[in-house]
């Protein structure tokens, strides 16, 4: 029986699938959370949810989960409805999880046709596609190209995944335990607070259906145990690994990758079918693109065929030789390659001996290609073997002692190569070279055997040193995009010249680089890996170093561990080393270092509820700064002594503070602070009740961190905006505003944020009546708020909860959750945190009858408002309306706010 075409419409194909399942559409929304309003709207041909809504709600409730047809169906048609492109995206391959947005491939581009290879593809990716293959690791000798054959394969599969295709490369990382660092960098994930990368990736991919390509995993063999475990907890995880040596690991399923096949010498094939002979293919194709009129001929084939058998089918070696044909024919070539063979070599052939003759192979092939320049040529080559990854002609220069003329002619022989990272450089950067990672190897045992390699790392260690001086203080102002891409694509030279300064008792100059890279860490969310580095240098820099340089290295390593800590969720350590760098600061009179020290004990001491620390701490930095002339710094003052009052409930003087911040952001050219003073601003006029001014700072705010790329900065302020639509009535586009914070903090792994959007969608639940929902949000937020930690966050939910509680009649509870939030914030000295968990108990006792007690409460809790002028927020103020309109209007008598509390805290509800 023909299979009935499926309707042009998303709305249409909607109502169809919704009636097959034999749901009403308020059926329908309750499953999905939209209302049966949306859900009539969404059929009627309104915009359609965002495609990850539609995966992680739509396909389950309409029991879509076996149906990959009618899903993809509905994707095209909802995709076509929102004039976006499924390009990338598939449903197969696995579920991207609840609420998960689907991701864009991340693989450096393909390089050239996959010669030879087209049997191996196949297999790997049908191994990988719907095989047995969950860890699968591509084996083979340095240059037999296992990475080229592993990103085609990803290119391949890439839309087979529903969450896509991630590139990680190894080259750069120095230790096992790093590499998780390194995964969780490709995927832009950052752990939360007090959270490595270690334990947030196993919650963070459990659901995913992505395939990771991890490149060169030979050097960090000791992370394969944990890369099994990984694989092993998530079921639609599949992760294609090249390495060198097999991993040994549980559940790895191993795939040899041999050299490219080889032609017959005697008798020589036909000119056609030699053509056809993988390795001849690929020498061939590469001759072409050195040189457009090469051909494969009856002249030429006996010496191209011998090429071939002298490189041993080895991609990288093959490619090398075949570049050189733009200045030697394949018959000169192959004498080239056969008399490097001899007397010139025998020390290389002796060093090698015991490798497979493969090996062997492509050492001479680069000799070869070394051979082919000046003796100041091969040195400068000989240099660049101490970069880690790529470098930028000044690096090269600064380093090796190599300049852009000689890197042209590295290039030109094949030795040097392109390399601008797997994303675009933005406008203006320099231009990067590197060495494959054969030729590195060769180049760095040429540096060692001339005796030249400490001096090259001490040079590295310099250049790193300056380079990271100079980056710091752009990373807070001026152009910090164009800086953060230059540390990112230097990180691994960076990390190796640490590695080098710890390793030879440079401790000094290992300390000044990690003190230049303290804020680069601390923006990239690597708290430990920066505190690491700091807190290992430091103990290597001898105590009896006493000289006025030591002592300033000394109190910047505190201060940057203390950010770290902080970062981190630990206050007493962010205060114990903060006190460390002030009395380093004392010690050397520097009023600049010792006002940044400040700041940072005033920001914990503000957080940790020590108010009047705080203020005495940021009113001295203030001072300082403005004696300084130090106009960033003094914003920074003005804002932190802003967030001082805030949290004390002191919202006139926030707001004072917050404008002249303000007013100064605006001459700067730091949008990242501009942004993070508009919506502290908002959320200042949010709480005195100006919801426009809030709103036009929050959309600016939005607009900025948008055009930054900042996607914590995104997620924070679309909620605030969700959150004034919500109290102005506009619950559609709250819920779409909820929908985009909430799966951005999914996906940066933040639950801190997550709790605060599911509460904040089940205050949209009660809005709208939906006591199902509203529990099911509140609850949500409960638990992710205890799993995050934050007894602050904890106690506001506990008092956001009881009206949900009330709703779903869990009247006990609700008094429960209503007391534990009011002693919580009575003890914290929270005023706005008392008067919220006032306003949830007097919901409780208006709902026993007991309109006595709920008016006293309420207006305890009205003194708070008044007093923090902060008047009570319409969702709150329309509940406690309607909650006591049936209580008689006598007074409720005057009463003080502590004895609220306490008359609140000893209350029995009637049973």
């Given at each position: 029986?023909?299979?009935?075409?499926?309707p042009?419409t998303?709305?249409?194909?909607l109502?169809?699938?919704?009636?097959?399942?034999?749901?009403?559409?308020?059926?329908?929304g309750?499953a999905?959370?939209?209302s049966e309003?949306?859900?009539?709207?969404?059929e009627?041909?309104?915009?359609?949810?965002?495609?990850?809504a539609l995966?992680?709600?739509?396909?389950?409730?309409?029991?879509?989960?076996d149906?990959?047809e009618?899903v993809?169906?509905?994707?095209?048609?909802?995709?076509e409805?929102?004039?976006?492109?499924?390009?990338?995206?598939?449903v197969?391959?696995?579920?991207?999880?609840?609420?998960?947005?689907?991701?864009?491939?991340?693989?450096p581009g393909?390089?050239?046709g996959?010669?030879?290879r087209?049997?191996d593809?196949a297999?790997?990716?049908a191994?990988l596609?719907?095989g047995?293959?969950r860890?699968?690791?591509?084996?083979?000798?340095?240059?037999v190209?296992?990475?080229?054959?592993a990103?085609?394969v990803?290119?391949?599969l890439?839309?087979?995944?529903?969450?896509g295709?991630?590139?990680?490369s190894?080259?750069?990382?120095?230790?096992?335990?790093?590499?998780?660092?390194?995964?969780?960098?490709a995927?832009?994930?950052?752990?939360?607070?007090?959270?490595d990368a270690?334990s947030?990736l196993p919650?963070?991919?459990g659901?995913?259906?992505?395939?990771?390509?991890?490149?060169?995993l030979e050097?960090v063999?000791?992370?394969?145990a944990w890369?099994a475990?990984l694989?092993?907890?998530a079921?639609?995880?599949?992760v294609?690994v090249?390495?060198r040596?097999?991993?040994?690991?549980?559940?790895?399923?191993?795939?040899?990758?041999?050299p490219?096949?080889?032609?017959?010498?005697?008798p020589l094939?036909?000119?056609?079918a030699?053509?056809q002979?993988p390795?001849?293919?690929?020498?061939?194709?590469?001759?072409?693109?050195?040189?457009?009129?090469?051909?494969?001929?009856a002249?030429?084939?006996?010496?191209?065929?011998?090429l071939c058998?002298?490189?041993d089918?080895?991609?990288l070696a093959?490619?090398?030789?075949a570049?050189r044909?733009?200045?030697?024919p394949?018959?000169?070539?192959?004498?080239?390659?056969?008399s490097?063979?001899?007397?010139?070599?025998?020390?290389?052939?002796?060093e090698?001996?015991?490798?497979q003759?493969?090996h062997?192979?492509l050492q001479?092939?680069v000799?070869w290609?070394?051979?082919l320049?000046?003796?100041?040529?091969?040195r400068?080559?000989?240099?660049?073997g101490?970069?880690?990854?790529?470098?930028?002609?000044?690096a090269?220069?600064?380093v090796?002692?190599?300049?852009?003329?000689?890197?042209?002619?590295?290039?030109?022989?094949?030795?040097?190569?392109?390399?601008n990272?797997?994303?675009e450089a933005?406008?203006?950067?320099?231009?990067?070279?590197?060495?494959?990672?054969?030729?590195?190897a060769?180049?760095l045992?040429?540096?060692?055997?001339?005796a030249e390699?400490?001096s090259?790392?001490t040079a590295?260690?310099?250049?790193?040193?300056?380079?990271?001086?100079?980056?710091e203080p752009?990373?807070?102002?001026?152009?910090?995009a164009?800086?953060r891409?230059?540390?990112d694509?230097?990180r691994?030279?960076?990390?190796?010249?640490?590695?080098f300064?710890?390793a030879?008792g440079?401790?000094?100059?290992?300390?000044?680089?990690a003190?230049?890279?303290w804020?680069?860490?601390?923006n990239?969310?690597?708290h430990?890996e920066g505190?690491?580095?700091?807190?290992r240098l430091l103990a290597a820099?001898p105590e009896?170093?006493?000289?006025?340089?030591?002592i300033?290295?000394?109190a910047?390593a505190?201060?940057?561990?203390?950010a770290?800590?902080?970062?981190?969720?630990?206050?007493?350590g962010?205060?114990?080393?903060g006190?460390?760098?002030?009395?380093?600061?004392?010690?050397?009179?520097?009023?600049?270092?010792?006002?940044t020290?400040?700041?940072?004990?005033?920001?914990?001491?503000?957080?940790t509820?020590?108010?009047?620390?705080a203020?005495?701490?940021h009113?001295?930095?203030?001072?300082a700064?403005r004696?300084?002339?130090d106009?960033?710094?003094?914003a920074?003052?003005?804002?932190?002594?802003g967030?001082?009052?805030?949290?004390q409930?002191?919202?006139?003087?926030?707001e004072?503070?917050?404008r002249?911040?303000?007013?100064?952001?605006?001459?700067?050219?730091d949008?990242?602070?501009?942004?993070?003073t508009?919506?502290?601003l908002?959320?200042?006029l949010h709480?005195?009740?100006?919801?426009?001014g809030?709103?036009?700072?929050?959309?600016?705010?939005?607009?900025?961190?948008?055009?930054?790329g900042?996607r914590?900065?995104?997620?924070?302020?679309?909620?605030?905006?969700?959150?004034?639509?919500?109290?102005?009535?506009?619950?559609?586009?709250?819920?779409?505003?909820f929908?985009e914070?909430?799966?951005?903090?999914?996906?940066?792994?933040?639950?801190?944020?997550?709790a605060?959007?599911e509460?904040?969608l089940?205050?949209?639940?009660?809005?709208?009546?939906?006591?199902?929902?509203?529990?099911?949000h509140?609850?949500q937020?409960?638990a992710l708020?205890?799993?995050?930690g934050?007894p602050?966050?904890?106690?506001?939910?506990q008092?956001?909860?009881?009206?949900?509680?009330?709703?779903s009649?869990?009247?006990?509870?609700a008094?429960?959750?209503?007391?534990?939030?009011?002693?919580?914030?009575?003890g914290?000295?929270?005023?706005?945190?008392?008067?919220d968990?006032l306003?949830?108990?007097?919901?409780?006792?208006?709902?026993a009858?007991d309109c006595?007690?709920a008016?006293?409460?309420?207006?305890a809790s009205?003194?708070?408002?008044?007093?923090?002028?902060?008047?009570?927020?319409?969702?709150?103020?329309?509940s406690l309306?309607?909650?006591?309109a049936?209580?008689?209007?006598?007074?409720?008598?005057?009463?003080?706010v502590?004895?609220?509390v306490?008359?609140?805290l000893?209350?029995?509800?009637?049973?």
């Open positions: 029986m023909a299979r009935t075409p499926a042009r998303f709305g249409a194909q109502r169809l699938l919704r009636k097959r399942a034999r749901l009403t559409q308020r059926e329908l309750v999905t959370h939209y309003g949306q859900i009539c709207r969404f009627g041909g309104a915009k359609p949810p965002d495609l990850s995966i992680a709600m739509f396909v389950p409730a309409l029991d879509l989960n149906a990959p009618d993809a169906v509905l994707l095209e048609r909802a995709a409805a929102r004039g976006e492109s499924l390009v990338g995206r598939s197969e391959g696995g579920s991207p999880g609840q609420g998960a947005p689907l991701r864009q491939t991340a693989l393909p390089h050239g996959l010669v030879g087209d049997d593809a297999r790997v990716a191994l596609r719907g047995p293959a860890l699968l690791t591509l084996l083979g000798p340095p240059g190209g296992k990475t080229t054959l990103v085609a990803a290119h391949q890439a839309e087979h995944f529903a969450d295709a991630i590139f990680v190894l080259a750069g990382v120095s230790h096992a335990d790093a590499v998780p660092d390194a995964i969780a960098q995927l832009g994930i950052q752990p939360a607070p007090g959270e270690r947030a919650a963070w991919l659901p995913k259906a992505i395939l990771l390509v991890v490149d060169n050097h063999i000791g992370s394969a890369l475990e694989v092993a907890g079921p639609a995880l599949r294609l090249t390495s040596v097999a991993l040994r690991a549980r559940g790895e399923q191993q795939y040899p990758l041999a490219l096949a080889l032609p017959a010498l005697v094939p036909a000119l056609e030699l053509g002979v390795s001849v293919r690929l020498f061939v194709q590469c001759a072409r693109a050195a040189n457009p009129a090469f051909g494969l001929n002249g030429n084939a006996l010496a191209v065929a011998g058998h002298r490189l089918g080895l991609p093959i490619e090398m030789a570049a044909t733009y200045l030697f394949p018959q000169a070539l192959l004498k080239r390659l056969v490097a063979g001899r007397d010139p070599l025998r020390w290389l052939d002796q090698t001996a015991g490798g003759a493969r062997q192979s001479r092939a000799q290609s070394v051979d320049l000046s003796p100041e040529d091969q400068a080559f000989a240099g660049l101490v970069f880690a990854d790529g470098f930028d002609d000044g090269a220069l600064a090796a002692g190599c300049g852009p003329e000689q890197l042209q002619r590295l290039a030109e022989v094949s030795l040097l190569h392109p390399h990272g797997e994303t933005p406008d203006g950067a320099e231009p990067r070279f590197r060495l494959l990672e054969t030729l590195r060769y180049a045992a040429a540096l060692t055997r001339s390699l400490l090259r790392q590295m260690l310099g250049w790193a040193m300056a380079l990271a001086e100079e980056a752009q990373l807070t102002q001026g152009d910090q164009r800086w891409h230059r540390l694509a230097e691994a030279n960076l990390i190796s010249a640490l590695e300064a710890l030879k440079l401790a000094l100059p290992g300390l000044r680089l003190n230049g890279l804020r680069y860490w601390l990239l969310g690597s430990t505190r690491q580095w700091l807190e820099l009896r170093d006493q000289s006025p340089e030591a300033r290295a000394r910047r505190w201060f940057g561990i203390g770290m800590r902080y970062r981190q969720g630990d206050p007493a962010a205060l114990a080393a006190r460390e760098s002030e009395r380093g600061w004392i010690g050397l009179g520097d009023d600049a270092g010792l006002a020290t400040l700041n940072l004990l005033g920001i914990v001491f503000a957080d509820g020590v108010y009047a620390e203020e005495a701490c009113t001295r930095v203030l001072a700064r004696r300084l002339g106009r960033w710094g003094e920074t003052s003005l804002s932190n002594l967030v001082n009052a805030r949290h409930a002191q919202f006139g003087r926030a004072e503070y917050y002249a911040a303000l007013a100064i952001r605006r001459e700067m050219r949008d990242h602070a501009l942004a993070l508009l919506t502290n908002g959320d200042v709480f005195r009740g100006d919801y426009a809030a709103m036009g700072h929050y959309l600016e705010s939005l607009h900025l961190r948008r055009g930054l900042d914590h900065g995104i997620e924070q302020t679309q909620l605030n905006i969700g959150v004034l639509r919500l109290f102005a009535g506009a619950y559609d586009e709250a819920e779409q505003d929908a914070s909430l799966s951005l903090a999914r996906d940066l792994g933040d639950r801190h944020s997550e605060n959007i509460l904040d089940g205050l949209l639940a009660v809005a709208r009546g939906r006591s199902g929902a509203a529990a099911h509140t609850e937020a409960l708020a205890e799993i995050a934050d602050a966050q904890v106690a506001l939910i008092a956001a909860m009881v009206e949900s509680l009330l709703l009649g869990q009247i006990a509870r008094w429960q959750m209503g007391k534990r939030s009011l002693a919580w914030f009575g914290a000295g929270n005023a706005m945190g008392r008067a968990a306003e949830a108990l007097a919901l409780c006792a208006a709902g009858g006595q007690a008016r006293r409460w309420v207006a009205g003194a708070l408002h008044t007093e923090a002028g902060a008047p009570v927020n319409p969702l709150a103020r329309q309306e309607r909650a006591l049936g209580c008689p209007p006598e007074e409720a008598g005057l009463v003080a502590d004895d609220a306490a008359e609140a000893a209350y029995l509800p009637r049973p």
